[in-house]
């Protein structure tokens, strides 16, 4: 799957974006989709793949996950999750124990 021609046939059979740039060369793709693959071309080598979120920050991650399903179930609207995700990302950010995570260009 993460040769060109792998990712193509992913893409065409799910209507899915890979990793692989330039997988969708070619194929008839929804509006966003092509918005989508356009962005990614246009990031070329600058795109970030695997952002270690679960690692850097497990406390917001994990309670990131208990209120998606707690949304995904209809217990909570999407502007509820919203701020209690922001305010937990809000405390940690505070929280100077936490190490903080930061990227280069």
């Known amino acids: 799957m993460l040769s060109k021609e792998g990712a193509k046939g ?5 209507k899915n974006l890979t990793v692989v740039n330039g997988a969708a060369e070619g194929l008839d793709l929804t ?12 990031a070329g080598q600058n795109i970030i793949t695997d952002a270690r979120f679960e690692g850097w920050y497990k406390e917001l991650f ?9 949304l995904m179930a209809g217990r909570l609207t999407v502007e509820e999750y919203l701020d ?6 809000d405390d ?6 936490i190490a903080k995570q930061t990227r280069n260009a």
């Open 62 to 70: 994990d309670y990131a996950w208990q209120q998606q399903n707690t």
């Open 92 to 97: 940690i950010k505070a929280d100077s124990s």
């Open 10 to 14: 992913f893409t065409e059979k799910t």
């Open 31 to 42: 509006p966003g989709l092509v918005s989508a693959a356009k962005a990614q071309d246009a």
């Open 84 to 89: 209690k995700v922001q305010k937990k990302a």
